[in-house]
């Protein structure tokens, strides 16, 4: 039972390049979510989707681009790596009820 | 704006005694909170939750108190062990799904 993977766990980007995040969940769940971490902001929500094929912005937007195809798969893309997107990425899963999220293990992008 | 705080960045403990974390928030329309534990290179795990028609919930060594009047919750961990060194994150949801998170407490628990 893997909960949430995420893929690639590491990756270095030069500024400009772009690049896509890969996010699977096997527990059948409605809500996904993308969330960055940076210090002292803690988790700051990206975008989300509600279900398959809808998605929303969050918190902390601009920069970024999500897809969600198929129910099982949340994508987020950087069309064009800025050195502020540097951050922990993480990809989460839920269903309704006060159960909360299920985290994946994270992914650390650095843009130099 | 932030929602949810977490004033205290840090926290340091002796094995054995009690954690207190804090954690205040502004909207009066959060329906649950959730505190959230991250170890290094993992992703942040559930740990305990609160509606917010109650005032405590309890879960072996860990509490949650809500008072809503102050719009503050804390966590009580008792006995403090060297496992529970983390970053906790307080947690507040407004709707059936989307959460709004604090920045985090380190907590440290010293031999």
């Known amino acids: 039972n893997a909960g949430v993977t995420q893929t690639p766990k590491f990756r270095v980007l030069k500024t400009g390049q772009s690049m896509t995040l890969l996010c699977a969940q096997d527990m059948n769940h409605e809500y996904m979510y993308w969330y960055r971490q940076d210090p002292g902001m803690g988790l700051r929500l990206i975008h989300y989707?509600?279900?398959?094929?809808?998605?929303a912005k969050g918190e902390v937007p601009d920069g970024y681009n999500v897809s969600r195809l198929k129910k099982q798969n949340f994508l987020l893309g950087l069309e064009s790596a800025a050195p502020s997107q540097t951050s922990v990425y993480f990809c989460?899963?839920?269903?309704?009820?006060?159960?909360?999220?299920?985290f994946g293990s994270g992914t650390r992008l650095t843009v130099v | 704006d932030q929602q949810v705080k977490q004033n205290s960045p840090s926290l340091s403990v002796q094995e054995g005694r009690i954690s207190i974390l804090n954690c205040d928030y502004t909207?009066?329309?959060?329906?649950?909170f959730l505190w959230y534990k991250k170890y290094p290179a993992e992703g942040p795990t559930f740990l305990i939750s609160i509606s917010s028609i109650k005032d405590k919930n309890e879960d072996g060594r860990f509490t949650v108190f809500l008072n809503k009047s102050a719009k503050h919750l804390s966590l009580h961990i008792v006995p403090s062990q060297p496992g529970d060194s983390a970053v906790y994150f307080c947690?507040?949801?407004?709707?059936?799904?989307?959460?709004?998170f604090g920045a985090g407490t380190t907590v440290t628990v010293r031999a």
């Open positions: 989460a899963s839920s269903t309704t009820g006060p159960y909360g999220y299920t």
């Open positions: 989707s509600v279900g398959e094929g809808t998605t």
């Open positions: 909207n009066s329309m959060f329906d649950y």
């Open positions: 947690a507040a949801r407004v709707n059936d799904y989307k959460l709004s």
